[in-house]
């Protein structure tokens, strides 16, 4: 008897154990639940950075630039220049006539109404001659010579035969004197000298003042003949 009691208690117990974990049948029906896992994946975020700045920008240098005046009845001064590569040549009509800057290669041809200009940058060494058209004949000619020692000849030819100093006075129509590390003394225009005034026009001698900065160019050999005069500015 006592055998059979507890064989009916493990028969129940095993019963149980044996009902779904997740269904419960007690007293007033039976309710099945499901428990299922939920997985969240939350959607990838990417971060691009903003950038607050532009990119730099780089500038070119900018190259250097010789001028060469056009002159009625004078020409083309100064005739010839030596520029190093890269070296941009502007050509200006300081004259009331039209005047071309004409290659004679071919490879340009400008034509200048008074107060125009025309510029031409010369990468390639070499030496490239020009005329103008009108007055050829008169010898308005010029030449621009390309070297890599180019730029290093101008600058030693200009230091060799120019000085600065200050007006003192002019001495009739073709002389003046200036003084030069407190001595003064003479010089005289020569025939086909330039004076220029600080703001880039042609000047006579009467529109010098006295104490005015001015650099003189003298002729070659000649340190007493000028070809060139320019009015500076005052020094800071």
């Not at 208690?9 to 299922?36: I, N, S």
């Not at 941009?88 to 004409?102: A, F, I, L, P, Q």
């Not at 529109?207 to 320019?230: C, L, N, S, Y």
Request: aromatic content about 10%; some cysteine.
């Amino acid at each position: 008897m006592r055998r059979c009691v507890l064989l009916a208690l493990l028969a129940a117990g095993l019963g149980v154990l044996a009902a779904p974990r997740d269904a419960r049948a007690w007293g007033y029906g039976c309710y099945r639940v499901a428990y299922h896992p939920a997985y969240y994946y939350p959607p990838p975020v990417y971060y691009m950075p903003a950038y607050s700045c532009a990119p730099p920008v780089y500038a070119r240098a900018a190259r250097p630039v010789v001028e060469v005046g056009a002159y009625d009845g004078r020409g083309f001064e100064p005739k010839t220049i030596n520029i190093a590569p890269g070296t941009t040549v502007r050509w200006t009509n300081h004259g009331k006539e039209r005047h071309t800057v004409t290659s004679r290669d071919g490879k340009f041809d400008a034509d200048l109404a008074p107060g125009a200009t025309f510029t031409a940058t010369f990468m390639r060494a070499g030496t490239y001659r020009y005329y103008c058209k009108p007055h050829e004949k008169m010898g308005m000619v010029g030449e621009v010579v390309v070297g890599a020692n180019g730029a290093a000849a101008v600058a030693s030819g200009a230091s060799k035969n120019a000085h600065e100093g200050t007006f003192v006075r002019a001495e009739g129509e073709t002389g003046f004197v200036m003084a030069d590390n407190g001595k003064e003394h003479s010089h005289t225009l020569a025939a086909d000298a330039r004076l220029v005034g600080a703001d880039g026009k042609e000047w006579t001698l009467g529109d010098f003042t006295r104490g005015q900065r001015i650099r003189v160019t003298t002729k070659e050999g000649d340190m007493k003949t000028a070809t060139k005069v320019e009015a500076l500015p005052p020094k800071k």
